[in-house]
C-alpha cells in the first residue's frame, strides 16, 4: 500500500499541491499518494487525528490552520518555532513532527529561480499572517539590508516583529512615510488576492527594480500585481515558485530525497498578463 499524505486547509480545492507531489514522486521513484482534505472551521484536530489514524505518514497546512498545527505538535523545529506557525507535518513514533518550509521556498524562488538576492537588499512584507511568519526568519539570514513589515492590525504585527527582532534588521511600516522610497522587494502576503482586492499600500514602494511578488498563484495579474505593475515595477511574480520549491523541502523531509523543481515550474506556471 502507497504511503499516504495529505494537504489540509480550507478551501483547498484549488490547491496544485496534489499534482505537484505526484509529479515529484514520479521523478524520484516514490511509492506514495497525496490528497487533499478540506476540514471545516475547527475541524482541523479531528481530520488530522482522523488521516493519522487511517495511516497517514505526513502532510502540509494551508490556511487557515498553520495555527492549529503549531499547537498540535509534539515537536517543532527552529524555524517552526521562530514563525510560531507550522506548514509541514511528519508522522513518526506517535509523534506529531512539525516544520515551516514556507520561508526557505520563498527565499529559494526570489533568490535562484529570479535571481534577486536579497543580501543587502530593501524588503517590504504586507501581512502578518502564518505566510508572512514562515518568510520572517529565512529573509532575514539572508541579510537584507532592511525588512519591513507592513499589517492592518498593527498589534499583530508588533508582537511578530518582537518575535523575530533578534534576527536581524526588522522593523514596522511608518504607514505615513512608506511611498516615500522604493523597496527592491514587495511581498504580499495578504489573503486579499484570494477576494480580488488590493492591499493598502502605496504605490510609491514599486520602482522601476521592483521585484511584485504575489504569494497566491494561479489567479493571473491580479489587483496587487497590477498596481506594482502600474507603477512601474518591471518584473512580477506569483507564488507558484515558492509552492514547488517548500513542496521540494517537504518532500526531501519525508521522503529523504529532493526533487528537481524545474518540470514542476514549467508545468504549474500561468502567465501574469
Do not use: C
Amino acid at each position: 500500500m502507497s504511503d499516504r499524505y495529505a494537504l489540509f486547509g480550507n478551501p483547498v480545492k484549488q490547491s496544485k499541491s496534489p499534482a505537484l507531489h505526484a509529479m515529484f514522486a514520479r521523478a524520484t521513484g516514490q511509492d506514495m499518494s497525496y490528497e487533499a482534505i478540506e476540514a471545516p472551521p475547527g475541524g482541523f484536530a479531528e481530520a488530522l487525528a482522523a488521516f493519522r489514524a487511517a495511516g497517514g505518514r505526513g502532510g502540509n497546512v494551508t490556511a487557515p490552520f498553520k495555527l492549529e498545527a503549531f499547537a498540535a505538535a509534539d515537536w517543532l523545529s527552529p524555524r517552526a518555532e521562530s514563525a510560531g506557525a507550522v506548514n509541514t507535518l511528519k508522522f513518526e513514533d506517535g509523534r506529531i513532527l512539525a516544520d515551516n518550509v514556507d520561508g526557505l521556498g520563498l527565499r529559494r524562488d526570489v533568490e535562484i529561480n529570479l535571481a534577486r538576492p536579497l543580501a543587502g537588499r530593501r524588503v517590504l512584507i504586507l501581512g502578518a499572517g502564518g505566510a508572512a511568519r514562515g518568510a520572517l526568519q529565512p529573509f532575514l539570514e539572508a541579510g537584507p539590508a532592511e525588512l519591513v513589515l507592513l499589517n492592518r492590525t498593527v498589534a499583530k504585527a508588533e508582537a511578530l516583529v518582537e518575535r523575530v527582532r533578534a534576527l536581524g534588521p526588522i522593523a514596522l511600516a511608518d504607514r505615513a512615510r512608506l511611498g516615500e522610497q522604493a523597496f527592491d522587494i514587495v511581498v504580499n502576503a495578504t489573503s486579499a488576492s484570494l477576494f480580488g482586492q488590493r492591499p493598502d499600500v502605496a504605490d510609491g514602494v514599486f520602482g522601476p527594480e521592483t521585484l511584485a511578488y504575489e504569494l497566491a498563484y494561479g489567479k493571473g495579474l491580479t489587483p496587487f500585481l497590477a498596481q506594482g505593475r502600474a507603477a512601474g515595477a518591471r518584473q512580477l511574480a506569483d507564488g507558484v515558485g515558492m509552492l514547488v520549491e517548500q513542496g521540494a523541502e517537504g518532500f526531501a523531509w519525508w521522503r529523504g530525497v529532493r526533487p528537481g523543481t524545474a518540470e514542476a515550474l514549467a508545468a504549474l506556471r500561468v502567465p501574469l498578463a
